[in-house]
């Protein structure tokens, strides 16, 4: 991952100047190798012999092999579990963690995958051990652009954005895995390319997508989107496809298609190709705040997830918002409430 080589080589230089912070957060898209990265840095962190030159672990010591075993009991990662969002006794767990001598390392590394996804009382458990930082720990938190955290957890972090790749970038290294696949199962080229516009460049989601069944479950998405907005299925037909894909999919879909309604009423080009003709018609026929008033819409959607809503009712919600952007009368059947 070459666009990852800038921010690891300057993270390295504080490593050899021990000015390494007790908390590090790491920022940037969906798919731009922020776990890849933070993996690397705890495997890094408990080696015995790293190279910090180069960035680069011994891979024979004591560390490196219960590291790449995924074994390490001295490296711990707290994520989402059964739920969207991470709960506080999985934060308890860590603090519990934190206080703990180290088992076989130097230090204790703890991994929060996605930080963006800390409850209210889970992350004001974590507040406390930020403001009380532990001399052998590290924290290492993941953030999705975008998404929403506690100032006060922020502001006692050091942020450590991670930039999306160029796109020759992005597209060498997506070939680069799927060389490594069935020739006869490979995605063609345009394929690839699509999977890249879609994932906004990011070339690990990019590479999910193509692994998966979400090709195919946006297009379907898609189609009945459009559908909808013609009047021509219900507002229960419409959210089928959307439901299949889950909330944050579906949230992350729309918030693509109200970015790019913003885009193409500045004048701009849109991301998702595909979708850019029915857009561009929108743009033409609304002001301008009304692809804001999409997108906050779409973030309030992302928020009461926290509370576990229903999926189908948030993009029930989302896609009458969207029909509202029509200039025609909507037909009767397209006003039905989802239940």
């Not at 080589?5 to 190798?33: F, K, M, N, Y």
């Not at 004001?124 to 999705?144: R, S, Y």
């Not at 652009?145 to 790749?165: D, F, H, K």
Request: aromatic letters at 6%; charged letters at 20%; a neutral charge.
């Amino acid at each position: 991952m070459s666009w990852l080589s800038e921010p690891w080589q300057r993270l390295c230089r504080i490593l050899a100047e021990d000015r390494l912070p007790h908390a590090l957060l790491i920022t940037g898209e969906q798919g731009v190798g922020k776990r890849f990265f933070a993996d690397q840095l705890a495997a890094l962190l408990v080696c015995e012999q790293p190279d910090l030159t180069t960035g680069a672990r011994c891979g024979h010591c004591k560390q490196c092999e219960l590291t790449t075993a995924g074994t390490h009991p001295d490296v711990r990662c707290y994520s989402p579990e059964k739920s969207r969002m991470i709960r506080i006794d999985q934060i308890r767990s860590l603090s519990s963690f934190a206080v703990a001598s180290p088992q076989v390392a130097g230090r204790k590394i703890a991994l929060i995958d996605r930080a963006d996804q800390l409850n209210i009382n889970s992350a004001n458990a974590l507040l406390k051990t930020l403001e009380e930082p532990v001399a052998d720990l590290v924290l290492i938190l993941l953030q999705e652009s975008g998404r929403p955290i506690l100032p006060t957890i922020r502001s006692r972090c050091q942020t450590w954005p991670i930039a999306a790749p160029s796109p020759d970038q992005a597209s060498r290294w997506l070939q680069t895995q799927l060389d490594q696949t069935n020739a006869e199962t490979r995605p063609t080229a345009d394929q690839c390319r699509r999977a890249l516009m879609l994932a906004a460049n990011a070339p690990r989601l990019a590479l999910t997508y193509l692994s998966g069944d979400f090709m195919a479950q946006r297009n379907q998405a898609f189609e009945h989107f459009r559908q909808f907005m013609k009047g021509q299925i219900t507002v229960g037909e419409a959210a089928k496809p959307f439901k299949a894909l889950g909330l944050e999919t579906s949230l992350w879909l729309f918030e693509g298609w109200a970015g790019d309604l913003a885009r193409l009423g500045a004048g701009a080009a849109a991301r998702d190709e595909e979708a850019a003709d029915m857009l561009g018609f929108l743009a033409r026929h609304n002001p301008a705040w009304r692809a804001h008033e999409l997108i906050e819409m779409i973030h309030e959607s992302r928020m009461a997830g926290v509370y576990n809503v229903s999926p189908e009712m948030e993009v029930g919600r989302l896609l009458i918002a969207w029909q509202k952007l029509m200039p025609v009368k909507r037909v009767a059947a397209s006003q039905k409430v989802l239940l």
